[in-house]
């Protein structure tokens, strides 16, 4: 095999994972991020208000407050070293009709989704400069097209979207980013609203294995080579399109 044959192979290789911070990653989508990569070999580092069930290395933290993100960013990098990639999976909603939910509740639902993710890929994005490692943001169907009772949390993952597709722009040939977009998971994340706010027992949802499975493979894409996009969903689900 020749040197340019050789070099080829090596461009097209997957990615090592290495070391990936996952916001939100002691339950739902986060949680089974941390786990894929764990078994794929990666080191995974949690951010989260409570501690994983798994003993995964962490951080506590709300990511509604920017400063302390940005610091529990720096306690993990000081425990486990700096990150490869960062995926930001936390996220919250206040459901209802607009004049229905405190405004206090509708602003920390855009300051953990929104401000959460901002700060966290801010504080990352130094180390990950160093490496061209990659940054995934969660953003959902309710991103791409708005749903009754859910402003805040539209408006937050619209905004994600939007952030996603400029920080990619910025940062084009230096971090790679992928904006993944997810219908709803069978998780907690429904656990504890009105059962008008919950999905039909018969609604069919992914499970979110699946869709951290697909987080994987743009976490492994190749140096050069980004996913800058990806909807992943169940086969029944009617939120998109």
């Known amino acids: 095999m020749t040197d340019t044959a050789v070099r080829h192979e090596a461009d097209l290789a997957p990615r090592e994972l290495g070391t990936v911070f996952v916001t939100g990653g002691s339950s739902g989508l986060g ?3 941390a786990a894929a990569v764990g078994r794929a ?3 995974p580092a949690v951010l989260d208000r409570v501690p994983p069930s798994d003993g995964v290395a962490h951080a506590r933290v709300d990511l509604s407050d920017s400063a302390a993100a940005a610091a529990a960013v720096a306690e993990l990098v000081d425990r486990v ?4 990639a960062v995926v930001t999976a936390a996220g919250t909603d206040a459901c209802g009709p607009l004049l229905d939910v405190d405004p206090e509740a509708w602003e920390k639902v855009v ?3 929104l401000f959460g993710t901002v700060a966290v890929v801010r504080a990352c994005l130094p180390y990950l400069e160093r490496t061209r490692g990659t940054v995934v943001t969660v ?3 309710l991103g791409l097209r708005g749903a009754d009772a859910a402003t805040a949390y539209s408006a937050s993952k619209f ?3 939007g952030f996603s597709q400029a920080l990619a722009v910025e940062y084009a040939g230096r971090v790679g980013v992928t904006c993944l977009i997810p219908g709803g998971m069978r998780t907690a994340f429904f656990d504890g609203r009105d059962e008008r706010y ?3 027992p018969d609604q069919d949802l992914a499970d979110p294995a699946h869709t951290a499975a ?6 492994r894409q190749p140096v050069g080579c980004e996913i800058r996009e990806m909807l992943v969903m169940a086969s029944g689900e009617t939120s998109w399109p």
């Open 31 to 33: 949680a089974a991020v």
């Open 41 to 43: 070999g990666g080191t």
């Open 81 to 84: 070293g700096p990150p490869s």
């Open 111 to 113: 300051r953990v989704n």
């Open 139 to 141: 953003s959902s169907t």
């Open 159 to 161: 905004a994600i979207r």
């Open 198 to 200: 919950k999905p039909a």
């Open 214 to 219: 697909a987080v994987l493979t743009a976490l």
